[in-house]
């Protein structure tokens, strides 16, 4: 609360200052008043706890004008308020209300106060309805300790072993219970969950068997490693995962930057056997950081890909999908290594020689027919298997046409042999000496932040929409497990993918059994089904892939970040343009940093608005936002959304003297009550 002079005597009448009507606020003064009671700062000098807390004496002035402003001339002013923040209104007095002593002798003074509430700051008293005592002492080891576990334990995981009356057996279950949440769902588990899970597992691994494939080409991968990928993980995971219906295996974005990063150091045609090894090596350090940041407790850093560079950044990525898969749909061999737009469109008109019409024909006509059934499940979500098994009846009925009539469709490029036969072991494959270990490291980081945030996102979702919650930590180290123990096995990145999870979530699955279902059916088709790949066409992986990622195309949410924040809908555009035009980590690097830039200036230009009050009530809105709030006639009532510290003090200051300039032009220019005081509703300040 600042007190004001009248404006006919300002100052700067004695100290030749430009005229100001208001005395500067020094916010590294200790202030200790706030419009609900509370203290905002430590104070000088002790000060009772049954008396209210207030400033000794007035508000430091600037340097220029260090004596106290000069009383107000007509009366004495008083400002009520009560504990919860409620301005309860001010009254006039004809003289300064006499300070009561407090009971067992003595009397008040000036900045002090009894047990009547009631203290005199120059000419203005303030009333307290509350009493509100200082905040309890915490030692500095106390508050550090508290505010490392905000940090690192938010959700408080311990909780379970502070219960009461728990025996060290109890303790010790509940242990392995949070180290392997499968124990926990186990003891439950009964036929009809086992039905459920039987369903979804078998509706999601006729997804997981042509996505798996397709993926490991978009990968620059051989198709065998997508399958072997939607084996031995999904099993992993339903050991150490949380999440009920997160489906497992390979996904888009994690195959694309794979096959963008390290095509560009290794050619995966003529040195393939490198470049499978690299893409494992990427899978182990891909895993190695999603478990670090689980153990140590870093999933916040992930937070910082907002939804508007996650927007940006998988609308990029999908354009980026669909232009590689112009490949399989025209069917060209000599096709370029570079993913950005202008180069892909250059190679699709040069090698205009090698077009096939059959392909084309075979791509388009599929493509159709798998955008139809994802339409038909948007619509009619109970008809969602109408678009989980489009993508594997697709590949059957392709399969058929190209195997009938395979001597009028020698151009049309299939898949070929597949080797048959459960994941082989590929430690002796892992790169570690090399000019190529940077690239793998590199590729690693970027694929293993990425897949974290989707499959993070993925279950948090799913979790909402079930009224359970899920341990991003614990998950960070779930789905970091099975990449490390997946680059073992012949297997390259995978995640919680947007289409499987939806579908699994769609089927009904109760638990994490229906990725020990799909994983049973792919291990069906390594054994037995191989041999009836041999014919599949490109063309319909092509046209899968396409089908999956279009949905990342999200317009819609485009439009809503341009109506509610346009930095943020700058942020993904820049996102967006960045993978399109330049590459895939420098776009995603330029939206997080401005992403970090926002982050900044939010903190130190914290946001302030002018309160009024809602008539018939004894509440306070913005004035900007509600059009019935009412200003209070010689109050100038501000709000500060945030902490004040040294990265924001000078800002607010500044900030608020501009408000108390616009104030007094307003008041000449209406002629409205001459202001008298401004109040500060600090309570985004922390006490502590």
Same mark, same amino acid.
């Given at each position: 609360?600042?007190?004001?002079?009248?404006?006919?005597?300002?100052?700067?009448?004695?100290?030749?200052?430009p005229?100001?009507?208001?005395?500067?606020?020094?916010?590294?003064?200790?202030?200790?008043?706030?419009?609900?009671?509370?203290?905002?700062?430590?104070? #000088?000098?002790?000060?009772?706890?049954?008396?209210?807390?207030?400033?000794?004496?007035?508000?430091?002035?600037?340097?220029?004008? %260090?004596?106290p402003?000069?009383?107000?001339?007509?009366?004495?002013?008083?400002?009520?308020?009560?504990?919860?923040?409620? &301005?309860?209104?001010?009254?006039?007095?004809?003289?300064?209300?006499?300070l009561?002593?407090?009971?067992?002798?003595?009397?008040?003074?000036?900045?002090?106060?009894? =047990?009547?509430?009631?203290?005199?700051?120059?000419?203005c008293?303030?009333e307290?309805?509350?009493?509100? /005592?200082?905040?309890?002492?915490?030692?500095?080891? $106390?508050?550090?300790?508290?505010?490392?576990?905000?940090?690192?334990?938010?959700? =408080?995981?311990?909780?379970?072993? %502070?219960?009461?009356?728990?025996?060290?057996?109890?303790?010790?279950?509940?242990?392995v219970?949070?180290?392997?949440?499968?124990?926990?769902?186990?003891?439950?588990?009964d036929?009809?969950?086992?039905?459920? =899970?039987?369903?979804?597992?078998?509706?999601?691994?006729?997804?997981?068997?042509?996505?798996?494939?397709?993926?490991?080409k978009?990968?620059?991968?051989?198709?065998?490693?997508?399958?072997?990928?939607?084996?031995?993980?999904?099993?992993?995971?339903?050991?150490?995962?949380?999440? %009920?219906?997160?489906?497992?295996?390979?996904?888009?974005?994690?195959?694309?930057?794979?096959?963008?990063? *390290?095509?560009? !150091?290794?050619?995966? =045609?003529?040195?393939?056997?490198?470049?499978?090894?690299?893409?494992?090596?990427?899978?182990?350090?891909?895993?190695?950081?999603?478990?670090?940041?689980?153990?140590?407790?870093?999933?916040?850093?992930?937070d910082?890909?907002?939804?508007? #560079? *996650?927007?940006?950044?998988?609308?990029?990525?999908?354009?980026?999908v669909?232009?590689?898969?112009?490949?399989?749909?025209?069917?060209?061999?000599? &096709?370029?290594?570079?993913?950005?737009?202008?180069?892909?469109?250059k190679?699709?008109?040069?090698?205009?020689?090698?077009?096939?019409?059959?392909?084309?024909?075979?791509?388009?006509?599929?493509?159709?027919?798998?955008?139809v059934?994802?339409?038909?499940?948007?619509?009619?979500?109970?008809?969602?298997?109408?678009?989980?098994?489009?993508?594997?009846?697709?590949?059957?009925?392709?399969?058929?046409?190209?195997?009938?009539?395979?001597?009028?469709?020698?151009?049309?490029?299939?898949?070929?042999?597949?080797?048959?036969?459960?994941?082989?072991?590929?430690?002796?494959?892992?790169?570690?000496?090399?000019?190529?270990?940077?690239?793998?490291?590199?590729?690693?980081?970027?694929?293993?932040?990425?897949?974290?945030?989707?499959?993070? @996102?993925v279950?948090?979702?799913?979790?909402?929409?079930?009224?359970?919650?899920?341990?991003?930590?614990?998950?960070?180290?779930?789905?970091?497990?099975?990449?490390? /123990?997946?680059?073992?096995? +012949?297997?390259?990145?995978?995640?919680?993918?947007?289409?499987?999870?939806?579908?699994?979530?769609?089927?009904?699955?109760?638990?994490?059994?229906?990725?020990?279902?799909?994983?049973?059916?792919?291990?069906?088709?390594?054994?037995?089904?191989?041999?009836?790949?041999?014919?599949?066409?490109?063309?319909?992986?092509? @046209?899968?892939?396409?089908?999956?990622?279009?949905?990342?195309? $999200?317009?819609?949410?485009?439009?809503?970040?341009?109506?509610?924040?346009?930095?943020?809908?700058?942020?993904?555009?820049?996102? &967006?343009?960045?993978?399109?035009?330049?590459?895939?980590?420098?776009?995603?690097?330029?939206?997080?940093?401005?992403?970090?830039?926002?982050?900044?200036?939010?903190?130190? %230009?914290?946001?302030?608005?002018?309160?009024?009050?809602?008539?018939?009530t004894?509440?306070?809105?913005?004035?900007? /936002?509600?059009?019935n709030?009412?200003?209070?006639?010689? &109050? *100038?009532?501000? #709000?500060?959304? !945030?902490?004040?510290?040294?990265?924001? +003090?000078?800002?607010?200051?500044?900030?608020?003297?501009r408000?108390?300039?616009?104030?007094?032009?307003?008041?000449?220019?209406?002629?409205?009550?001459?202001?008298?005081?401004?109040?500060?509703?600090?309570?985004?300040?922390?006490?502590?």
């Amino acid at each position: 609360m600042v007190n004001t002079p009248p404006p006919e005597k300002h100052l700067d009448e004695q100290h030749h200052q430009p005229q100001s009507s208001i005395a500067s606020i020094d916010f590294y003064t200790p202030l200790r008043l706030s419009i609900d009671g509370t203290p905002r700062a430590a104070a #000088t000098g002790p000060s009772p706890t049954n008396q209210p807390i207030i400033p000794e004496g007035p508000i430091p002035l600037p340097p220029s004008s %260090r004596s106290p402003p000069p009383p107000f001339p007509e009366a004495h002013h008083a400002i009520t308020i009560s504990n919860n923040g409620s &301005f309860l209104g001010s009254h006039n007095h004809p003289s300064p209300p006499p300070l009561r002593p407090p009971p067992g002798g003595g009397g008040g003074k000036k900045g002090g106060g009894g =047990d009547n509430g009631i203290n005199v700051i120059d000419d203005c008293a303030v009333e307290e309805i509350h009493e509100v /005592c200082h905040p309890p002492h915490v030692s500095l080891w $106390d508050k550090l300790r508290g505010r490392l576990n905000e940090i690192f334990f938010p959700e =408080d995981p311990f909780h379970v072993f %502070r219960k009461r009356n728990q025996s060290p057996a109890t303790k010790f279950v509940e242990a392995v219970q949070y180290v392997f949440p499968i124990i926990g769902w186990l003891r439950t588990y009964d036929f009809d969950v086992f039905r459920s =899970d039987l369903i979804a597992g078998l509706t999601i691994a006729s997804l997981a068997i042509p996505q798996g494939i397709s993926y490991a080409k978009l990968a620059n991968l051989p198709p065998i490693i997508g399958l072997y990928s939607s084996f031995v993980p999904p099993m992993i995971y339903a050991v150490l995962g949380s999440s %009920r219906h997160l489906g497992i295996g390979p996904v888009s974005v994690a195959s694309l930057i794979i096959g963008s990063e *390290l095509s560009q !150091s290794v050619s995966p =045609d003529t040195q393939t056997e490198l470049y499978v090894s690299l893409a494992f090596t990427t899978t182990l350090f891909a895993g190695l950081l999603q478990t670090g940041l689980g153990i140590f407790r870093l999933g916040f850093i992930i937070d910082f890909l907002s939804k508007a #560079t *996650l927007t940006g950044f998988m609308a990029g990525a999908a354009v980026i999908v669909i232009l590689q898969q112009l490949k399989g749909l025209f069917g060209i061999t000599h &096709f370029t290594k570079q993913m950005q737009i202008i180069p892909v469109l250059k190679s699709v008109i040069h090698e205009e020689k090698e077009w096939t019409w059959q392909t084309v024909v075979i791509c388009l006509s599929f493509l159709a027919l798998l955008l139809v059934a994802r339409q038909v499940s948007a619509k009619k979500p109970k008809l969602f298997w109408v678009s989980a098994l489009a993508p594997l009846t697709s590949v059957i009925i392709s399969t058929l046409v190209v195997f009938i009539l395979r001597s009028k469709l020698q151009k049309v490029a299939t898949i070929g042999k597949l080797p048959e036969g459960v994941n082989p072991s590929s430690l002796h494959k892992l790169y570690f000496h090399g000019p190529y270990l940077s690239v793998a490291i590199k590729t690693g980081i970027l694929a293993g932040v990425l897949s974290l945030t989707e499959g993070i @996102a993925v279950g948090r979702t799913c979790a909402s929409m079930n009224n359970y919650q899920i341990d991003g930590n614990k998950e960070m180290i779930a789905i970091g497990a099975m990449n490390v /123990c997946g680059c073992l096995c +012949s297997c390259y990145v995978v995640s919680g993918g947007f289409a499987r999870s939806a579908v699994n979530y769609n089927a009904g699955a109760k638990t994490a059994f229906s990725n020990v279902v799909m994983a049973l059916a792919i291990l069906i088709t390594l054994l037995f089904l191989m041999p009836l790949f041999y014919y599949t066409p490109n063309a319909v992986l092509a @046209a899968i892939i396409t089908s999956a990622v279009i949905g990342f195309i $999200d317009v819609k949410a485009a439009y809503n970040l341009w109506k509610l924040d346009k930095l943020d809908f700058l942020i993904s555009m820049c996102s &967006f343009f960045g993978v399109l035009f330049i590459s895939v980590p420098i776009g995603l690097a330029i939206a997080v940093g401005i992403s970090l830039l926002k982050i900044i200036l939010n903190v130190s %230009r914290p946001f302030t608005s002018e309160l009024g009050n809602i008539p018939g009530t004894r509440i306070y809105r913005n004035l900007s /936002c509600y059009n019935n709030a009412r200003r209070v006639p010689a &109050f *100038l009532i501000l #709000t500060i959304e !945030s902490p004040i510290y040294f990265a924001n +003090s000078m800002y607010l200051q500044e900030r608020i003297i501009r408000w108390i300039r616009e104030e007094e032009q307003r008041i000449q220019e209406t002629g409205d009550a001459i202001l008298k005081c401004v109040i500060l509703d600090i309570t985004g300040t922390n006490c502590s």
